[in-house]
């Protein structure tokens, strides 16, 4: 089946610190990749998308790139900010489906 | 354009209570997804439906179900609730024109149930 797995937390970081977490799915066929961040009391936004091999999604300064070699889809941002505290979320869509499967996500606390 | 709105924002419901959720999705949207997400996990997908039609479930029990109104508004309904159906669920809209491509799902606020 379809499942994604990604860095368990909490990360705890300094303001302007690099920020990595990891994401690796399993998936038949070619499935479209997401990061969603969910801040403290809200809902899931869209944080960015890649729909097929070799694609970079990027937004706010956070960046990923679809490995279909590795089959990963790694979050990154080169300096964070106390505003990017939040829970960060993997999630892939199978290419025949319209379903979302998500990872467990990943905290990120933002230190002044 | 208002974004998916979500009602009641939070309830607090007995075992073998029932309860009503409601979603009203993006205007011009016709498809309506329903998420559980408990406290430290990943949503869990539970019904999509698309003009009225159910068009995919999750791996639920059948006292959850769910139906979508001509105006392409949701209902999830859950019966006889049990302590562990406390969750956030969460409803998601999308156009859903076709499988090509990110089709982008916009998720509402959630409802936070919780079940003494």
């Known amino acids: 089946g379809n499942s994604v797995t990604q860095m368990e937390g909490p990360v705890t970081l300094s303001e302007e610190a690099f920020l990595t977490i990891n994401c690796t799915y399993t998936?038949?066929?070619?499935?479209?990749l997401f990061w969603y961040v969910q801040y403290p009391g809200e809902g899931l936004q869209l944080l960015l998308k890649?729909?097929?091999?070799?694609d970079k999604g990027s937004n706010k300064g956070f960046e990923a790139t679809y490995r279909k070699e590795t089959t990963s889809f790694h979050l990154e941002k080169g300096s964070v900010q106390v505003s990017d505290s939040a829970v960060y979320f993997c999630?892939?869509?199978?290419?025949?489906?319209?379903?979302?499967?998500f990872g467990a996500g990943t905290t990120v606390t933002v230190r002044a | 354009d208002a974004g998916v709105t979500q009602s009641p924002t939070h309830l607090i419901k007995t075992r073998g209570q029932h309860v009503t959720l409601r979603c009203s999705p993006i205007?011009?949207?016709?498809?309506v997804s329903w998420y559980q997400q408990v406290l430290g996990q990943g949503p869990q997908f539970i019904f999509q439906?698309?003009?009225?039609?159910?068009?995919g479930r999750g791996n639920f029990p059948d006292r959850f179900s769910a139906r979508q109104f001509p105006n392409y508004s949701s209902e999830l309904n859950v019966n006889a609730l049990l302590l562990g159906d406390s969750a956030l669920y969460l409803c998601?809209?999308?156009?859903?024109?076709?499988?090509?491509?990110?089709?982008?799902?916009?998720f509402g606020p959630g409802t936070r149930l919780t079940v003494t």
């Open positions: 998601a809209s999308s156009l859903a024109r076709g499988l090509a491509g990110g089709v982008e799902q916009y």
């Open positions: 998936a038949t066929g070619y499935p479209s």
């Open positions: 890649a729909t097929k091999a070799d």
């Open positions: 999630a892939l869509r199978p290419s025949n489906d319209y379903k979302l499967s």
């Open positions: 205007s011009g949207h016709k498809s």
């Open positions: 439906y698309y003009e009225k039609e159910e068009r």
